[in-house]
């Protein structure tokens, strides 16, 4: 049971990696000329990493860590083509497609 629910963390934890690397870009690079943005964003960095830890506590850390990057960095480009118009080509999405499967294998092979 306690492995589920720290699968669940990481997950949420992946997820909130997402909404702070959006938040580095609305913010303008955590600017002061942008405090709300900026705060959530150093919300999101603080909470990510708080789950991410919580997590590790029942997982193997190099499993989570990797599958933490893993939701963060194909999150974060998707992200990107659809909210900042970043290019959406066949070897971008070839590239997130090659990161979602080996975040895939590490949880079937956990």
Do not use: C, N
Request: aromatic share 6%; glycine share 12%.
């Amino acid at each position: 049971m306690a492995q589920a629910w720290s699968w669940l963390l990481l997950v949420l934890a992946g997820l909130l990696e997402i909404g702070w690397a959006v938040g580095l870009k609305l913010s303008q690079g955590l600017s002061l000329a942008r405090p709300g943005t900026t705060a959530l964003t150093v919300a999101a960095m603080a909470a990510s990493v708080i789950l991410l830890g919580l997590a590790a506590r029942h997982l193997p850390i190099g499993t989570a860590y990797a599958v933490w990057v893993g939701i963060g960095a194909a999150g974060t480009a998707i992200a990107g083509m659809m909210l900042f118009d970043e290019p959406a080509t066949l070897a971008r999405i070839g590239a997130i497609a090659t990161i979602v499967i080996g975040v895939a294998a590490l949880k079937l092979l956990s």
